[in-house]
């Protein structure tokens, strides 16, 4: 999303979409407790009928995300994000349970009830994505990117992570479900965006950072200034497909940030979210499964 905000009084447009190095983006601030919001709580969310653009669901290509698992845009500094002036709050969704290092993880993981899982291991803007499966013998990498980019001020811990600081929210979340410009290819829940899909970013929108369509919106239907929102077929490029990281999510604590994922790489860092190139992309679609209970972990 698109938000403006004021920095030595300059108007910047901030969010999570495509950014070079140099461009600032807002970010959400996570809640000080950054382990896993579970399942249970997404299920719970998707069943509230929320967001007309999410009421329907199912693990299909053409399913719709829920209010609560839905997509968070963050596609790269230019756009999308949980870009919006910085505000405070309290809660956010990470993992519930112990950390393990695992033999190989590069970074702390909340494994939880998890047998996929994605890390994030950060250096400054960019970093490595690797993901893991777990079997019979174990945690084994399946595939990895050396591409990805993060922040353009990197991560940051998620639990005093301001918004409008341009980092990432270092954890682990889960991933319930995807979004896309482009048809899914994944067994997880997934909307096919159309011109009325939005990523509320509006902290005084009931929807806030979730998708919701322009039907029935509390929200202003722009991107632009403090109330702005993310239409998301605005982004093809990053955000032609998307998993949501469920970041500030059951609750969504206005001012705490909205539409982090992992996405499509755009031109430069983000402005908060996780992106790789577009074919490492595409094999996350056709790796992650809802049965597998997949997490990011980032560090």
Sequence with gaps: MVVAATVGGALLLTGCSDKSDEAADSVGVEPADSSLASETEAAKAKASPTSSASATRSPSASASPSAAGTA???????????????????????A??????????????QVGNATQVITVKASGSYATVTAWAKGSSGWKAQFSTTAG???SNGVTAGATRQQGTYTTPSGTYTI????????????????????????VQDPES????????????DFPLT?????GSER???????????????????????????G????????GATAGCVSVPKATMDQFMNWISPSAHPRIAIG
Excluded: C
């Design 232 to 258: 998301l077929i605005n982004y093809p490029t990053q955000y032609a497909k998307a998993l949501v990281v469920n970041f500030n999510r059951w609750p969504a604590v206005p001012g705490r940030g909205a």
């Design 223 to 227: 991107e632009a200034g403090e109330r």
């Design 96 to 109: 519930d349970a112990g950390s393990e290092s695992g033999p190989n993880f590069p970074v702390p993981v």
């Design 149 to 151: 980019r993060v922040g």
């Design 72 to 94: 968070s845009s963050s596609a790269d500094q230019s756009r999308s994000g949980d870009g919006s002036s910085t505000r405070q709050g309290s809660g956010s969704t990470a």
């Design 176 to 199: 319930t479900e995807g979004f896309g410009v482009e048809s899914s290819g994944t067994a997880m829940p997934y909307r096919k965006v159309v011109s009325t899909d939005w990523w």
């Design 260 to 267: 982090i994922f992992l996405h499509v790489n755009g031109s």
């Design 206 to 217: 009931k929807f806030y950072n979730s998708m919701h369509s322009e039907e029935g919106a």
